[in-house]
């Protein structure tokens, strides 16, 4: 007890009789800024402060956080109203792309080194912080011809698309597919796999953001706000539904027989695929080291590229969370947390 308490005192503390170990072992940890959220709630509980550094796990690695992607799920777990369904407990630091340079590894890593430029998508978040780590299986090396903001864009938006078009649609050369909310996080990624696929997109957005449909390999753009989908796509094989409800209800009439919805937001109507003769899912996005190299592969190739919007310090996290609310953002909205590395 009595070296206890010397440690005690050592950390401005008065008495170790209530303070846990895990509490000690925090306050031991060096200190890092991060958005820490300590109460659910709306963007207001985001607070920007000190906090400990994490230790990576024998499988992980510490990433010091150059840059850090914006997501819709980020108000959606700092609400915690899927608290149970993501596993999220308080304090949590919200942020799922991560891009950096590893400052270290757990034991068991094999394939990254301390100093390489890396991304991912970590699962459980953190990446709103100077440092975060990845798990092996969560991270793919950075591509190269991207800066750390533009990489910080891709992982979980890149993912996701890559999941619904390749995984769950298995999407091919000569097929047709309807990306809905073309302009959005995911759909700027969608629009732009589904070229390299070699497949052709009708893609939706509103007037503000036909220019980008076009610019991002749409072949045709529909502006939801003037035209009912419907009316211009027809017997497609594959729809992307981001956007859910109507756009989803009015979307299996359009797919052809035997071709698939792949939703995002929304669980498909059975009896609506069975009356067309067509299949669906809902996809759940999930992080993956072997599609991310190949995601960083077409981005080399220059058939991918992000498109990020807005960046915010870290500091103002609160305003990147009150965009990423309103699912209308161009493109990506990016953290940006430290000086690009010279390479
Ligand atoms: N299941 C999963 O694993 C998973 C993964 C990622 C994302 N998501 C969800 O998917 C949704 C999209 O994510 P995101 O990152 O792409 O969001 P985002 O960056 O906010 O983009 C949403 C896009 O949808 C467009 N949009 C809004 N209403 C529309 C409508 N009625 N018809 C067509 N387009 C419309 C917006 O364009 P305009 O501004 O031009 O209207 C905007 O560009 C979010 O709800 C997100 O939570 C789910």
């Known amino acids: 007890m009595r070296i206890l308490n010397s440690l005690a005192g050592a950390f401005g503390l008065t008495t170790l009789a209530v303070l846990p170990w895990a509490v000690l072992a925090e306050s031991a940890k060096p200190l890092m800024k991060a958005i820490v959220v300590h109460e659910y709630g709306g963007p207001n509980v985001l607070k920007y402060e ?197 756009t989803l209800a009015r979307s299996y009439a359009v797919v052809k027989k035997g071709g698939f919805i792949a939703t995002l937001v929304s669980r498909p109507d059975q009896a609506e695929l069975d009356k067309h003769g067509i299949h669906g899912a809902s996809v759940f996005s999930h992080p993956d080291a072997n599609e991310l190299t190949e995601i960083t592969r077409l981005i080399e190739e220059r058939k991918i590229k992000p498109v990020v919007t807005q960046v915010l310090p870290l500091s103002e996290a609160v305003k990147a969370e009150e965009q990423a609310e309103t699912h209308h953002t161009r493109g990506k909205i990016v953290i940006k947390i430290a000086d690009e590395p010279k390479s």
């Open 50 to 246: 000190d906090a400990p550094r994490p230790d990576p796990k024998e499988n992980e690695v510490l990433v010091r956080v150059i840059a850090c992607g914006v997501n819709p799920a980020d108000p959606l777990i700092v609400s915690g109203k899927y608290a149970k369904e993501f596993g999220t407990h308080l304090p949590l630091i919200p942020g799922y792309d991560v891009a950096g340079v590893v400052e270290k590894t757990g034991a068991k890593i094999t394939k990254l080194k301390v100093g390489d430029g890396v991304y991912g998508y970590a699962l459980f978040g953190g990446g709103w912080a100077e440092y975060a780590v990845l798990a092996e299986s969560e991270a793919a090396l950075k591509p190269k011809s991207l800066t750390y903001v533009e990489t910080a864009a891709v992982p979980l938006a890149a993912l996701t698309a890559w999941q619904a078009l390749i995984d769950a649609a298995k999407l091919s050369a000569g097929q047709t597919v309807l990306i809905h909310g073309g302009s959005g996080g995911v759909g700027s990624f969608a629009i732009q796999i589904a070229k390299a696929r070699g497949a052709r997109v009708i893609a939706t957005a509103s007037t503000a953001n036909q220019d980008l449909l076009k610019q991002l390999g749409a072949d045709v753009a529909i502006d939801y706000t003037k035209t009912k989908f419907e009316e211009v796509a027809k017997d497609v094989d594959v729809v992307l539904d981001p956007v859910g409800r109507d």
